[in-house]
């Protein structure tokens, strides 16, 4: 019965380190404000699997019977148990909702989702690139994260990720002295020595590497920084910024991601293309409204489009009046007219 809650709260795939690297922002069960609406209405399936007992205060919502009612959350509960993956994010549970009550009315289905908060249908965006079968050209490599931390996202189109050092690819150019210092690590942690098996993880994080510890097992793991290639979000300090960053942030957040890497910037960073769950991140972004097409740098006409659609909408940032390109807003930075 349990199986709902933990799809939920992810505890089979949730990452933690010993040095706090994945510690979120999180309550009881890995709430978080995104997805208290979502966590509530497992909360309440759990609920209904043991008492069979709807939620008080749902009738004031809809316009079914508890009768009816009852059947939705039945109905539910086992379209939650059946999706593969689980549903996480808020948009996830509405379209899983919708779905599974497609023969309902419109006014009880936008009743259930009022009563957790959740987005209504209108302000859902079809996503429809998928995921490429083969490797588009100009790929470099391609990697496979470990699960992302919400931290781990600087803003709306920067992220963080660690890749295992198992990957074939990574595994070939693993530093000596990480490798050494990583198996002195091991070492002290089972003699009980803290204090030497943090400082030698300080040296290994240093080196652009971490162990960080999933369902108890260590992983010695290398960092990248990723840049969404093709696409340029709201610097944090601008307007929207913010809820471009969070909507990243719900997107990525204890998944794992699938990234084509096209080259390197000026800064560092590894240029590519995030998939997560199925989803093109970037198409995601783009149609909510919550970045610009860079297309001084990327020519792809789907991105073009994905942006126009979004304009029409007035989606994220497409609803302010005067929305500002990032890149102009950062050369008013550098030339101090801000």
Known sequence: MGNILRSLYGHCCKPSTTDDYNSQSLGPHGVSAANVGVSALAHDLFQFQITS?????????????????????????????????????????????????????????????????????????????????????????????????????????????????????????????????????????????YGKADALHNRIIDSGYRVINIQNQEILARKYRIRLRGIDAPEYDMPYGAEAKEELAKLVQGRCLRIL????????????????????????????????????????????????????KRMGLWALRNPEEPWEWRKKQREGRL
């Open 261 to 312: 890497v096209y080259g390197e910037d000026r800064y560092g960073r590894s240029v590519g293309d995030i998939y997560c769950n199925g989803i093109f991140v970037q198409e995601a972004m783009l149609k909510k409204g919550c970045a610009w097409h860079c297309i001084a740098y990327d020519k792809r006409m789907e991105f073009a489009r994905w942006q126009k659609e979004a304009q029409a």
């Open 53 to 193: 007992q709807i939620p008080e205060g749902l009738s004031k919502h809809v316009n079914s019977s508890k009768k009816a009612q009852a059947k939705w959350y039945g109905k539910l509960v086992e379209a939650w148990k059946e999706a593969k993956p689980p549903p996480r994010t808020a948009e996830e549970v509405v379209r899983l909702i919708i779905q599974t009550l497609s023969r309902h009315q419109k006014p009880d289905v936008e009743g259930l989702l009022a009563f957790y908060g959740l987005p209504l249908p209108e302000t859902l965006v079809e996503l429809s690139a998928g995921v490429p079968t083969s490797l588009p050209e100009k790929v470099k490599f391609e990697m496979q994260s470990l699960p992302v931390d919400a931290k781990a996202v600087a803003d709306g189109d920067t992220v963080t990720v660690y890749v295992s050092t198992e990957d074939p690819r990574e595994s070939l150019c693993i530093p000596p002295e990480v490798n050494l210092a990583a198996v002195k690590r091991s070492k002290a942690r089972a003699k009980k020595k």
